[in-house]
């Protein structure tokens, strides 16, 4: 369960899921016993389900009722189905809040959240706590024995909706945290700069939680710790379900669902856990040309955490709520973001849902079946899957997805320091995603991955501009550049610390002598069209966008970039060290869409990338998961017309029919994949 967390693991899952979320509260007997046939005929193997089922599993509190769920378990089996439960902490019943009113979250504005919609509780709340751990003992001490329950989830989509809190229970809660960090309040002190507008503390007891705008920007480094504070208070409310199940249903596995804000994915959360799980709702991109950019990016993040995971909830039609309708997955569309999915590493997907409800918040959520009961073509679509991954999914276990250029990701500490002053610029998720898709749509194989993960095996790794670079990352870098690898470091690389302070040497800090040079200016570009700051590369010229910085090279570094205009003329703007058998360029300026746009290809050049399979058309993508010597080779169509694959890998095709002549077509959404 403990494996080292990396973009390379593969989950520990003995068996390729492949199943429906299942509300079956919301619907008849008749309907239940229909669903499970439905069900099997479709090659479902797996359901989940309970977790908002707070009020049917406990009315009173302390008085469990098993009896509905039981029964709908023994349906499944009965058609061979099992199930996998989710504790319903996100919805806790009426009488919570009856009996508990001060543990509803305060948000920033201090407002507090009432009963009657979810996730409306504080996790720092200990009567929370109890009534987390009772019900999650409850469920695993009924359950421990029944063959059909085979996994579990923690509470739902933690931080989907709030995450910050500011009520009694989660101020006193931070408070201890920060005991726990500290020890003694001069070092909290000391650490938060708090001799800056005269804000020491004498005691713990005295601390706020954060909060913008109460009057004006608090301290970077108190709301560091705030996000950390809020991480580590969610991991230790999933632990208290955790080792319950784990000491219970010793057999059964674990995760969780999301994946959310204000939590730490590559760290205690998940490796309590078997696998991480995430929502999966690609129709949340209106636009539709960047819709597969974002997909894969979005599936990439993920593997970034910890490896592997599962998809409990893939979106199966438009999903709608108050405020938006989402377009409706097109023929074959749900297919095609299936093994989308599995080739960016899912190991498990789930559909959402099984049936549209006909009330509640989610009315028009729809599922695979519509409103009136009536299967239709996302039904048959699901059937063609199941058939498909019947034979298929067994196969996929155990292989990891490889890719030759990678985007750095996945550091909570390094995304939430940036956030304390944005400044404006885009979050790293975004600074990444925008990389990624350039590569993405170049036909680039890439990917993301932690700085301190093996990075063995890419061609390219690119950190765009984390502030906090950490000092275990450095010989990680180093060996990766010295066997070949070219890095890529973007302008306000490492220029801060973990206390979230500015560094008092000179930039790039840590990375200085790994990039061979130093930073003379720094500052933000506000508007790239006055003053402009034009850097030019061979005979290449780009307007600066967001930062710019003027450079020092050190002794043996080279200035690969200058700039040319105005008072900066001649100065560096991009180096490089060559170091070993690869290289680190420093990048002066935001590494924005334009400057991807102006120089990608000349990276592509530095690093030797090329397509995986050239003279690919556009839509066409192509991704790899590798199990020892065997390649399984994904060929996804994400246009709307059909296109003509001039050239595809040889092997046995163990999804799409091989045609006889060489030459493939694949329709608008197509799927090919090749073992070889
Ligand atoms: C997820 C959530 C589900 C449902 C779905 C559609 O975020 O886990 O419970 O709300 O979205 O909105």
């Known amino acids: 369960m403990t494996t080292e967390l990396s973009h390379l693991r593969p989950s520990s899952l003995d068996t390729f899921l492949f199943g429906v979320c299942y509300y079956p509260e919301h619907w008849d007997a008749d309907t239940r016993r229909e669903d499970a046939q439905r069900m099997r005929e479709a090659g479902i193997r797996v359901v989940r389900m309970a977790e ?147 804000l020491g503390y004498q005691d713990f007891d005295e601390i706020p939680t954060p909060r913008t705008d109460h009057p004006t920007h608090p301290n970077p480094s108190q709301q560091l710790d705030y996000a950390r504070f809020l991480s580590w208070r969610v991991t230790r409310f999933q632990r208290d379900q955790v080792e319950i199940l784990r000491k219970t249903c010793p057999t059964a596995f674990i995760f969780h669902n999301g994946c959310f804000s204000k939590i730490d994915f590559r760290g205690d959360f998940t490796r309590d856990l078997d696998v991480l799980g995430f929502d999966s709702y690609p129709m949340f991109s209106f636009d539709v040309a960047p819709r597969a950019a974002t997909h894969a990016f979005n599936l990439d993040r993920t593997r970034a955490w910890s490896g592997n995971f599962i998809i409990p909830e893939l979106q199966s039609g438009p999903g709608g709520q108050a405020p938006y309708f989402h377009d409706q997955p097109e023929p074959g569309e749900l297919r095609r973001m299936t093994y989308t999915s599995i080739a960016h590493g899912a190991d498990g997907i789930l559909y959402f849902r099984w049936r549209t409800c006909c009330y509640g918040a989610e009315m028009y959520w729809c599922g695979i079946l519509d409103h009136d009961n009536i299967p239709r073509r996302r039904y048959a679509e699901l059937q063609e899957i199941g058939r498909e991954l019947a034979q298929v999914g067994p196969q ?41 898709s350039w590569f993405f749509n170049h036909q680039i194989s890439v990917g993301c991955a932690h700085p301190a993960d093996d990075l063995s095996g890419l061609k390219l790794f690119i950190l765009p501009h984390w502030e906090l670079v950490k000092p275990e990352w450095i010989p990680v870098l180093t060996r990766f550049v010295e066997q070949g ?10 220029t801060r610390n973990l206390d979230n302070h500015v560094i008092s040497e000179t ?65 560096t703007a991009i180096t490089l060290a060559q170091r070993g058998k690869g290289r680190v360029l420093y990048v002066g300026t935001g590494l924005t869409e334009e400057w991807m746009d102006t120089f990608g290809p000349r990276l592509c050049e530095l690093a030797d990338l090329k397509p995986l399979l050239p003279r690919q058309p556009a839509g066409i993508e192509v991704v790899r998961r590798q199990k020892e010597d065997t390649t399984f080779w994904f060929l996804l169509n994400h246009a709307d017309e059909p296109r003509i694959l001039p050239e595809v890998p040889n092997g046995t095709w163990i999804i799409g029919e091989k045609p006889e002549e060489q030459e493939v077509t694949l329709e608008p959404n197509g799927v090919v994949v090749i073992r070889s």
């Not at 939430?416 to 975004?430: I, K």
């Open 52 to 198: 908002f089922a707070s009020e049917l599993l406990e009315p009173q509190p302390g008085e469990y009722q098993f009896e509905f769920f039981d029964e709908v378990i023994a349906e499944l089996g009965k058609q061979g189905i099992s199930t996998i439960l989710g504790i319903p902490t996100a919805a806790p019943p009426r009488w919570f809040s009856r009996m508990y009113p001060d543990a509803m979250i305060i948000d920033s504005r201090g407002n507090a959240m009432q009963h009657g919609s979810r996730q409306h509780v504080s996790l720092s709340h200990p009567k929370m706590r109890k009534y987390s751990r009772n019900i999650t003992r409850a469920m695993a001490e009924h359950y421990a024995d029944n063959p059909h329950v085979i996994g579990w989830q923690t509470d739902n989509e933690f931080h989907c909706h709030i995450s910050e809190d500011h009520s009694p229970a989660a101020v006193s809660d931070f408070q201890e945290f920060l005991r726990g960090r500290y020890g003694s309040i001069d070092k909290l002190n000391q650490a938060w700069g708090n001799r800056f507008w005269s």
């Open 507 to 571: 930039a790039p800090g840590l990375l200085r002598d790994l990039c061979g040079m130093e930073v003379r200016e720094s500052s933000r570009k506000n508007r790239s069209d006055q003053r402009p700051w034009i850097l030019k590369w061979d005979d290449q010229t780009h307007t600066a966008r967001e930062w710019v910085e003027i450079l020092d090279p050190l002794p043996g570094t080279q200035t690969l970039a200058q700039w040319n205009s105005r008072f900066a003329t001649g100065e």
């Open 485 to 494: 690898g070219t890095l890529v470091i973007g302008a306000r690389s490492g």
């Open 396 to 436: 996929l276990l155990g292989s990891h997805v490889e890719m030759d250029a990678a985007v750095a990701m996945a550091d909570y500490e390094a995304a939430e320091l940036h956030d304390t002053t944005p400044f404006g610029l885009p979050g790293l998720s975004a600074q990444s995603e925008r990389i990624h």
